[in-house]
């Protein structure tokens, strides 16, 4: 069963944002290509990402609780619902489809 994952106002969120207005809220970050990467390092890792035309980076203070879940508009998991930089940070599609979203609001 796919698990929603609920991040919580007042704390900042990590995003990719793609050139079609898709949004990617970072669900994970690793440290297996950047040993020494650590959590306060994440609201600069945009200037070390080298990203595909178009894509930017950003970090926000959640005004509310977000929640995201993996399903996709025919409401079954799908790995094309997340996506990796380089680092193999983890980042997971915030997405509207046929009156549905897999996030309770875009961030």
Do not use: H
């Not at 930017?56 to 079954?76: A, Q, W």
């Amino acid at each position: 069963m796919q698990q929603d994952v609920v991040l919580n106002q007042g704390q900042p969120i990590f995003i990719l944002d793609a050139p079609n207005g898709m949004t990617f809220v970072m669900q994970s970050y690793c440290i297996a290509v950047d040993k020494n990467l650590t959590y306060e390092d994440l609201p600069n890792l945009g200037s070390r990402l080298n990203l595909p035309e178009g894509w930017s980076y950003r970090t926000k203070i959640l005004e509310k609780d977000l929640t995201v879940n993996g399903l996709t508009c025919d409401g079954k998991p799908n790995q094309w619902t997340v996506t990796q930089d380089e680092f193999i940070n983890s980042y997971s599609a915030c997405w509207e489809c046929g009156g549905q979203s897999s996030c309770n609001y875009r961030p």
